[in-house]
């Protein structure tokens, strides 16, 4: 750590117990802060993963143990003061406060927002309001939907993105029958390239999943509140005995909003994750920064760590900045993807097949490599990220050679 911590930073308030809050804190006490942390979050539980959420914990492969970063002990031991169930009102910068509910104002020097984000919910006049109709993104939102994960049933999936597939994936490994419903001309359109979706359609329907892509939701329909059918665009009615909504989130930045803080695509931030206010801090899903020409948000685990740690290394006195090596993974059935980089403006696109379901999609830019999308090749995902971190660009024509050893690319 640093020599050269600040004297006036004595208390450090992060607001919001997801990854990224847990990682400022985490951090701050294992590089030597000795000041005041409170760790405040809305929820019952300690700091847990998400991602299990709509896997290992939804099917009862995972202990609810075994979500939680640290136990209920590591808070204690590292004098981190752990508030829950402890929603925050307003920011005061003024006198440089938070606003609880029913707690008195607490003082900060450094404040750190960690607020995430929230799926984006179907309006109550599309059914959104009906019981069995579910989002994954909390325990309690999982808690609620494993009663209606059950085999026989059938699950209405709205929204084909990686949120969609892999609670398609569950749904189906679970026995249920699956419909799952695009708006979008295809499945991924947002995020990947009509490869990489259609061997995930291709793998999708080999395993029963029913999917309709350029097909729009008009409203759920229901019998004594819960739903049971669904009414699309095009007429057509979908029975069902309960819906999964991944349409997309949005940051929660409305405890920054109304503070005066500056938002574009979430809250603004700079290379050392200092929001328009200098004592203030935004990491995670919620904070955006500078990318190339645009305003970018990260909607991933390793971002909330990386950004969480730069925050707190920053608080801490160290001179640092983010840097931005986007990666991230879905697991749909026994398929792992491994994503590095982000292939925006790609105008090329590599495959490299090794043949029984190991497959690689390499996305260029005028021979520059911007991304690759590795499935079952953890090896492409491991050279890939040494090649976009170390800005390297191998040979396309290499890449495409099955029978080549990546490694030679790295030389």
């Known amino acids: 750590m640093s020599d050269k911590i600040h004297a006036e930073t004595t208390k450090v308030v992060v607001v919001g117990a997801g990854q990224a809050g847990f990682s400022v804190c985490a951090k701050l006490r294992s590089i030597g802060f000795k000041g005041q942390i409170t760790l405040i979050g809305d929820e019952d539980y300690p700091p847990y993963q998400r991602p299990p959420l709509s896997k290992a914990y939804l099917t009862g492969d995972m202990a609810l143990e075994r979500l939680f970063f640290r136990p209920q002990s590591f808070y204690a031991d590292e004098n981190i003061e752990l508030c829950l169930s402890d929603p925050v009102l307003s920011i005061d910068r003024f006198k440089k406060q938070i606003i609880r509910t029913e707690k008195p104002p607490l003082p900060y020097d450094k404040l750190v927002l960690a607020t995430g984000s929230q799926p984006i919910t179907l309006p109550d006049d599309m059914g959104g309001d009906l019981m069995g ?11 609620t939907m494993r009663a209606d994960v059950q085999p026989g049933k059938t699950a209405l999936v709205i929204g084909g993105g990686y ?35 259609r061997y995930f359609r291709s793998l999708h329907k080999a395993k029963g999943v029913d999917i309709r892509e ?4 008009k409203a759920l329909k229901g019998q004594k509140g819960r739903v049971t059918s669904a009414i699309m665009a095009d007429g057509s009615e979908i029975t069902t005995d309960c819906a ?9 930045h409305d405890l920054a909003k109304a ?20 004592d203030i801090f935004a990491v995670g899903d919620c904070a955006s920064f500078q990318h190339g020409t645009a305003r970018l948000r990260l909607e991933s685990v390793g971002n909330a760590i990386d950004q969480g740690e730069i925050a707190a290394r920053i608080i801490a006195g160290e001179k640092v900045s983010y840097q931005a090596n986007p990666w991230f993974w879905s697991d749909q059935y026994d398929t792992k993807l491994q994503i590095m980089g982000l292939s925006t403006g790609y105008d090329c696109i590599v495959t490299r097949d090794s043949g029984e379901g190991v497959i690689s999609f390499w996305y260029f830019a005028k021979d520059r490599l911007l991304a690759v999308d590795a499935i079952n090749d953890p090896r492409a995902f491991m050279v890939a990220k040494r090649l976009i971190e170390s800005e390297k660009s191998p040979d396309p024509a290499l890449v ?5 050893d990546l490694k030679q690319v790295l030389r």
């Open 244 to 252: 999964i909504v991944g349409i997309g989130i949005r940051p929660n």
């Open 214 to 217: 350029g097909v729009r939701l």
């Open 163 to 197: 949120i969609g597939l892999e609670a398609a994936a569950v749904a189906t490994k679970a026995g249920m029958k699956v419909v799952l419903v695009e708006a979008a001309d295809r499945i991924l359109q947002r995020v990947a390239s009509p490869e990489t979706a």
């Open 133 to 143: 109709v579910h989002y994954v993104r909390t325990l309690k939102d999982t808690d």
């Open 259 to 278: 503070a005066g803080l500056k938002l574009d695509n979430g809250i603004c931030v700079d290379a050392q994750c200092r929001t328009s206010d200098p």
């Open 400 to 404: 495409s050679d099955p029978s080549l």
